[in-house]
């Protein structure tokens, strides 16, 4: 599976997916899923790296001292919303506006791709940002479900 970053703007991005197949309707309900599962995370503020005090912690948590009150200090990170996911052929996109969650959202979604690719169905590409020429992009306001949940 080739990654490619191209223009990144990360409170209107888009995410596209290229197949080396069209997908079947299984396979997208697969990537949806990855998808809704991965903004939700988001939305509910999971990718904060300035509050991984487990990560930090290394190897040894036997006993851990979870520090709530520290965790608490760090900069709120949340996704704000998240188009449908649409399909052309080999390639599926998706629009994101990723608030202020950091790039370790987008490190974590990579990972669950590139295991999906692995052991799943198969990607032939994944490109983070920027728009394809042959599938344009107008204005978009999106109107997805999981948007004004929370």
């Known amino acids: 599976m080739n990654i490619q970053f191209r223009e990144v703007d990360t409170f209107n991005l888009w995410i596209w997916v290229e197949f080396p197949q069209p997908p079947t309707q299984e396979e997208q309900q697969y990537l949806e899923e990855i998808f809704s599962s991965w903004f939700l995370l988001g939305k509910l503020g999971g990718f904060n790296a300035e509050n991984l005090p487990v990560q930090d912690q290394g190897y040894d948590l036997n006993f851990f001292p979870y520090d709530t009150e520290t965790s608490d200090d760090a900069f709120l990170a949340v996704m704000h919303n998240m188009g449908e996911v649409e399909y052309q052929d080999h390639w599926a996109r998706c629009w994101f506006d990723l608030g202020t969650s950091d790039g370790l959202a987008l490190d974590i979604l990579l990972n669950v791709l590139r ?36």
């Open 115 to 150: 295991q999906f690719d692995q052991e799943y169905v198969p990607l032939k590409t994944v490109i983070i940002g920027g728009v394809n020429p042959d599938w344009p992009v107008d204005h978009f306001e999106p109107e997805s479900p999981l948007a004004d949940d929370f």
